[in-house]
């Protein structure tokens, strides 16, 4: 196991380079400057890299399910890494792990201090949206809304307990979700109105102009019309079914024929 401690962004020295990626400093930043935050808004954040499962487990003192590939601990500022999968992986879950660090930074109370309550599912979606566009998680999305197999973003509070697959649906719902909040307004300018309110349906309401409730409605809407059309036209494995389809459906009408 080795620990990282970043002492300062601005110096650019938070671990090798070559563990896990060139620009890792940069991205920091840019974590940092879309919560509306300083750049060195994750100055202090301890970072351990964990050989397996169980060691993640030990370090995180319980808690992690068992696809868990890191966790955050915000009221410690610590984040645990597993070592698996290529570098560019492990950056991936780092930047989303320490986006659940500089989003519970961000989320702070004027008048208290103390964190605001947030959904999991406006956690884990914000803290998913470096990833950028792909296909296969779109894929997956769009199965799960044909098949009718969608959680309830509420859903994701339970979400440790799901088994792998349900997870992956149940992340890639999050960050869909994310990424539609910005037809109504930037995540920073989110963030700056749940802090102003001290309440996050309040200041969601303050900064879209809508619910959080009508905000649901109209984000399940929007997957029936984007991944329906998605799955008819980008997805082989439709095609695939649909062509097995008709193969069977001739056959029918052959035998059919004969008989009569």
Same mark, same amino acid.
Not at 131 to 152: C, D, E, K, M, T
Not at 225 to 244: A, E, N, P, Q
């Given at each position: 196991?080795?620990?990282?401690?970043i002492?300062?962004?601005?110096i650019g020295?938070?671990?090798?380079?070559?563990q896990?990626?060139?620009?890792?400093?940069?991205?920091?930043?840019?974590?940092?400057e879309?919560?509306h935050?300083q750049?060195?808004?994750l100055?202090g954040?301890?970072?351990?890299f964990?050989?397996?499962?169980?060691?993640?487990?030990?370090?995180?003192g319980?808690?992690?399910?068992?696809?868990?590939?890191?966790i955050?601990?915000?009221?410690e500022?610590?984040?645990?890494i597993?070592?698996? /999968?290529?570098?560019?992986?492990?950056? @991936? =879950?780092?930047?989303? #792990?320490?986006?659940?660090? *500089? $989003?519970?930074?961000?989320l702070r109370?004027q008048?208290?201090n103390?964190?605001?309550?947030i959904?999991r599912?406006?956690?884990?979606?914000?803290?998913?949206?470096?990833?950028?566009f792909?296909?296969?998680?779109?894929?997956?999305?769009?199965?799960a809304?044909?098949?009718?197999?969608?959680?309830?973003?509420?859903?994701?509070?339970?979400?440790? /307990?799901?088994?792998?697959?349900?997870? @992956? =649906?149940?992340?890639a #719902?999050?960050?869909?979700? *994310? $990424?539609?909040?910005?037809?109504?307004?930037?995540?920073?300018?989110?963030?700056d109105?749940i802090?102003?309110?001290?309440?996050?349906?309040?200041?969601?309401l303050k900064?879209?102009?809508?619910?959080?409730y009508?905000?649901?409605?109209?984000?399940?809407?929007?997957l029936?019309?984007?991944y329906?059309?998605?799955?008819?036209?980008?997805?082989?494995r439709?095609?695939w079914?649909?062509?097995?389809l008709?193969?069977?459906?001739?056959?029918?009408?052959?035998?059919?024929?004969?008989r009569?």
């Amino acid at each position: 196991m080795r620990q990282f401690i970043i002492i300062s962004l601005l110096i650019g020295i938070v671990f090798p380079k070559s563990q896990i990626g060139k620009d890792i400093p940069q991205e920091f930043f840019q974590i940092c400057e879309e919560l509306h935050l300083q750049k060195n808004c994750l100055e202090g954040v301890k970072i351990f890299f964990a050989k397996d499962i169980d060691e993640m487990t030990y370090l995180a003192g319980g808690g992690v399910p068992e696809w868990g590939a890191g966790i955050a601990i915000p009221e410690e500022d610590v984040v645990i890494i597993l070592r698996v /999968g290529s570098i560019d992986e492990q950056r @991936k =879950v780092l930047l989303h #792990e320490l986006t659940h660090i *500089a $989003l519970h930074r961000k989320l702070r109370s004027q008048k208290d201090n103390k964190n605001i309550n947030i959904p999991r599912w406006f956690d884990e979606g914000v803290a998913q949206l470096h990833y950028g566009f792909n296909i296969h998680r779109q894929s997956q999305l769009a199965w799960a809304v044909l098949w009718r197999n969608i959680f309830p973003l509420e859903a994701l509070e339970r979400v440790n /307990g799901f088994v792998s697959p349900h997870a @992956k =649906v149940a992340y890639a #719902e999050a960050h869909d979700a *994310a $990424l539609y909040i910005e037809n109504y307004c930037t995540i920073g300018a989110l963030c700056d109105s749940i802090v102003s309110a001290g309440d996050f349906n309040e200041g969601f309401l303050k900064a879209t102009g809508i619910s959080i409730y009508e905000f649901y409605d109209e984000w399940k809407k929007h997957l029936v019309r984007s991944y329906i059309l998605f799955v008819l036209l980008g997805d082989s494995r439709f095609l695939w079914v649909l062509i097995v389809l008709l193969f069977l459906l001739l056959g029918i009408m052959k035998i059919i024929r004969q008989r009569l």
